[in-house]
């Protein structure tokens, strides 16, 4: 079952997708909590 869903591209690419989304947020709280700490 998981061999099939890791040689399918489809599934990569959705999981590429949603790294970048999680990777963004992340960058982005991050960026969002630095300032508010460096501002205070």
Known sequence: ML???FKDPVVWG???GLAVVIG???Y???LF???TNHDL
């Open 14 to 16: 959705s999981l590429f």
């Open 33 to 35: 909590v630095y300032n």
């Open 28 to 30: 982005y709280l991050y």
């Open 3 to 5: 061999e099939i869903l």
């Open 24 to 26: 963004l947020c992340a």
